[in-house]
C-alpha cells in the first residue's frame, strides 16, 4: 500500500506570496493532521481534518488554513507567506479520527520564504 | 496538559553498543506514547508506540521501549547500535487527536 505523498516536495516563494500545499492520504485513511517542523520550534501541530471538516487546530495565525476533499486528500494555504514561515510542513493520516489510532507521515514539503 | 521532555539534544553510541534515548511524560489521563525517527530529508517514521495493552513494546529495527507509570517514562533502547541508527528521535504523545512531540534526540553511531 502506499504511503503518505506530498507535493511539491520543494518550493521557493517570496515574502507576501500565497502557497499551497497538497497532501495525499493511505488509502482508506479518513484523518489528515499537518504538522511544522521548524529548528527553533521543532514540532507543531497546525491542524486536522476529518470527514472533510477540521476538527481541531493548533495555535497558528489565521494565514494558515487547510481543507479536506471527500476522497480524504488535502490541501493546507499559507497566505501572506513571512520569513518565518519557512519550514518542513508534514502531512500525517490515520485511520480514523481518535487518540488511539497512529499517525503515518509523509516526507514533507520544505518552502523556504525569501 | 500534556507534553513530552526529552533528556539530552544529542547522543552519541559506538557501533554495536546499547543506545538508550529517554523520554519523560506529563499527562492527566493514561496516555498514548510513541516513538518516531526520522533521517536526513526525510518525513517521520513510525518506530512503536503504546496503548497500554503491554508495558514493554517492541518496534521496528529492534528498537523498543518500555512505559513505567512510576516514573512517567517511555525510554526507548535498542541493544547494539548500527550505523543505519544514526538519525534524529522523536518521542510523542497523543493530545486531544494530535500529536505533542518532544524536542527530539540526535542519534550518533560511529565506528
Known amino acids: 500500500k502506499a504511503g503518505v505523498t506530498q507535493t511539491p516536495r520543494y518550493l521557493i516563494k517570496t515574502r507576501g506570496q500565497q502557497v499551497t500545499l497538497s497532501c495525499s492520504p493511505i488509502?482508506?485513511?479518513?484523518?489528515v493532521s499537518w504538522y511544522q517542523q521548524t529548528p527553533g520550534q521543532g514540532l507543531q501541530f497546525l491542524f486536522e481534518?476529518?470527514?472533510?471538516?477540521?476538527?481541531n487546530k493548533g495555535n497558528f495565525p489565521g494565514r494558515f488554513s487547510g481543507r479536506q476533499f471527500s476522497n480524504s486528500r488535502s490541501e493546507m494555504n499559507v497566505s501572506t507567506l513571512e520569513l518565518g514561515d519557512s519550514a518542513l510542513y508534514l502531512c500525517?493520516?490515520?485511520?480514523?479520527?481518535?487518540?488511539?489510532?497512529?499517525?503515518?507521515f509523509g516526507p514533507g514539503t520544505r518552502l523556504t520564504v525569501t | 496538559a500534556q507534553s513530552v521532555t526529552q533528556l539530552g539534544s544529542h547522543v552519541s553510541v559506538s557501533e554495536g553498543a546499547l543506545v538508550l534515548l529517554r523520554c519523560n511524560y506529563s499527562s492527566s489521563v493514561p496516555p498514548y506514547l510513541f516513538w518516531y525517527v526520522q533521517y536526513p530529508n526525510q518525513g517521520l517514521q513510525l518506530l512503536l508506540k503504546y496503548t497500554s495493552a503491554a508495558t514493554l513494546v517492541k518496534g521496528i529495527n529492534g528498537f523498543e521501549a518500555e512505559f513505567k507509570k512510576s516514573e512517567t517514562s517511555f525510554h526507548l533502547t535498542k541493544p547494539s547500535a548500527h550505523m543505519s541508527d544514526a538519525a534524529e528521535y522523536f518521542c510523542?504523545?497523543?493530545?486531544?487527536?494530535?500529536?505533542?512531540f518532544g524536542a527530539g534526540t540526535r542519534l550518533a553511531v560511529h565506528p
Open positions: 481534518y476529518f470527514s472533510e471538516t477540521q476538527r
Open positions: 500525517a493520516s490515520s485511520l480514523e479520527q481518535g487518540s488511539s489510532y497512529e499517525q503515518y
Open positions: 510523542a504523545v497523543m493530545g486531544y487527536n494530535k500529536l505533542i
Open positions: 488509502s482508506g485513511h479518513r484523518s
